[in-house]
């Protein structure tokens, strides 16, 4: 409720995720994200790259509020999260899929599905219908247990818990990682027909898949953001070779 | 003698099952083995006697048995709340297990202590005409076993509230969002569930077994300052048994101590009836480390 009235937020262009001089990391001694200010708007598909351990998952984490900034401002939809509970930014329509870890093993996928509409708070979005229309193969495995699932099934499960909760923006920590190349085409398909609704941040070790899809290109390195172009920019593949080119 | 074997160790693990489901309980969800569970289950045998005795006693059979369950459930659930409230829940958000399992520790002695103050060291026991055990059989051809309609009520309850927790927690809501949490607390937060609220929730069901432990305990003999630590032993061989964290390993692994210690019984060793509980406890984890319905 909040957020729809809040000025501006469905405007098309407008921000609907605003990072600004984000630091973060998991001691306040070793900051891991430097000042990184990002913006994800409507209709877009943002990919931040970046090589091994140059801290994209940190700074999912903390735009999600899994870890507690210790500087900058994060504000989702027009409701300002800073250092807000995960709970509250998954309510507020931070949606959020975790590289590791990112289903309930012990539920079965249907109980994955309902605990993710939690977030809902009232937002109109898809139901189970919806995700199942997207994820047909998840349609026979609803009583299983999302533990016993193949690591691709997991993924589907993974993302249509955080479609559940009706989010405004969703960010997916590599989604592709553990996944055929044919699986890879597939659910990057599925993917660029949420943007119409739904923008996405989107972090990739595939990053010929994650360029075919996206709007524009992040590239960090060491924790920082070092670059912000096209997608097609070849500076964003020399720089992720290895070459840190200034 | 099989019929009487088996009909006192069903008593003995009804009892222990409602002793233990607390610490299991607060096992799967918070990830300690909660040491202040002993004096909250003595807690609650000495609120239901106050409640029960304050009630009338004898002389108003149901409204003291209402009046004790009531009693117990409050200050189980109040003191648990109020522990995690003041100290556990800080402790917990730290991720240190060595100083919450202490603090619990802590909460426990002077829980114990509290309780020795108002009540003194002896003990309480409700006073009631002495009962006739009546044959019962558990299964045809099987011989009878004995029981008082004190003793069968309370293998009655125990059953009644098993079934309850398993279809609250598998087939409502709250009850998954609980399982959510226990299963990945960070992931259940980001899935958009208000994870201190659960929490709360779980202590208040720790608390309402322990009081209902507490109150069987009663119902069954005396209770002493001490009584709750004598389960304790035998309610973390119960959980450890069945698997840490999962409530349906515990009730096998107190049946099978249960079990035990009536054979022990039966067979004149009664002073042997732990040390052959505890036997079974170490053949079992070197068999299967992770217990019957651990997941390694
Ligand atoms: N939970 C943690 N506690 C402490 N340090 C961590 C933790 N997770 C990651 N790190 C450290 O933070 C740095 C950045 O890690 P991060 O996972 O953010 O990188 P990444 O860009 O996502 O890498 P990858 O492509 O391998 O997923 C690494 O040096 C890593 O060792
Ligand atoms: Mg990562």
Request: charged share 15%.
């Amino acid at each position: 409720m909040p957020d729809a009235s809040a000025p501006g937020t469905d405007n098309p262009g407008a921000a609907l995720l605003c990072v600004e001089g984000l630091c973060a990391g998991y001691s306040a001694r070793a900051p891991i994200v430097h000042d990184l200010s990002l913006a994800l708007r409507a209709g877009e598909i943002v990919a931040l790259l970046g090589t091994n351990g140059a801290g994209k998952s940190t700074a999912m984490k903390a735009m999600a509020c899994a870890i507690a900034p210790f500087a900058g401002r994060i504000v989702c939809a027009g409701t300002d999260l800073t250092g807000a509970p995960s709970w509250v930014a998954a309510r507020a329509g931070m949606g959020y899929v975790p590289q590791r870890d990112n289903v309930f093993a012990q539920l079965t996928v249907q109980e994955n599905f309902a605990v993710g509409a939690r977030a809902r708070n009232g937002r109109d979005g898809p139901d189970t219908d919806a995700v199942l229309a997207l994820f047909p193969d998840l349609k026979p495995r609803l009583a299983s247990r999302a533990g016993v699932l193949s690591g691709g099934m997991r993924q589907m499960v993974a993302i249509g818990r955080a479609l559940l909760g009706a989010p405004r923006v969703l960010l997916l920590d590599e989604p592709s990682a553990g996944l055929s190349p044919l699986l890879v085409g597939r659910l990057f398909a599925r993917l660029t027909s949420l943007r119409q609704h739904l923008p996405i941040l989107l972090v990739e070790q595939n990053v010929r898949a994650a360029l075919a899809i996206a709007d524009r290109a992040l590239v960090m390195v060491e924790g920082r953001l070092h670059l912000a172009t096209e997608p097609d920019d070849p500076a964003v593949t020399a720089v992720l070779a290895g070459g840190l080119a200034v | 003698m099989i019929g009487a074997v088996v009909v006192d160790g069903v008593l003995i693990a009804a009892v222990l099952s409602l002793a233990s489901l607390g610490l299991s309980l607060s096992y799967a969800v918070f990830r300690f083995p909660n040491f202040a569970h002993a004096d909250l289950l003595t807690i609650g045998a000495f609120a239901a006697w106050s409640g029960a005795t304050l009630a009338g006693g004898n002389a108003a059979p149901v409204l003291s048995l209402v009046a004790g369950a009531t009693a117990a459930l409050v200050t189980c659930a109040g003191v648990i709340l109020l522990a995690d409230r003041l100290v556990l829940r800080a402790l917990l958000a730290r991720r240190q297990s060595a100083s919450v399992i202490i603090a619990a520790f802590a909460i426990g002695l002077l829980l114990r202590n509290v309780l020795v103050l108002i009540f003194g060291p002896g003990e309480v026991a409700l006073d009631r005409d002495i009962e006739i055990a009546r044959p019962v059989m558990l299964l045809p051809g099987l011989s009878a076993g004995r029981l008082t309609a004190t003793e069968s009520g309370v293998i009655l309850a125990t059953a009644l509230l098993l079934a309850g927790l398993h279809i609250f927690l598998r087939h409502s809501p709250t009850g998954r969002d609980l399982r959510a949490v226990a299963e990945d607390p960070d992931l259940a937060g980001l899935s958009g569930l208000v994870v201190p609220r659960i929490r709360v929730l779980a202590w208040g069901l720790c608390g309402a077994f322990c009081a209902a432990a507490g109150l069987a305990i009663l119902m069954l003999g005396p209770a002493q300052p001490e009584t709750g630590s004598e389960y304790m032993l035998p309610a973390l061989a119960a959980v450890v048994v069945g698997g840490l964290g999962s409530i349906w390993g515990m009730l096998a692994g107190a049946l099978l101590i249960g079990l035990v210690e009536s054979v022990t019984v039966h067979v004149g060793l009664a002073e042997w009836r732990e040390v052959t509980a505890f036997a079974l406890v170490v053949l079992v984890l070197f068999l299967r480390p992770a217990g019957l319905f651990g997941r390694a």
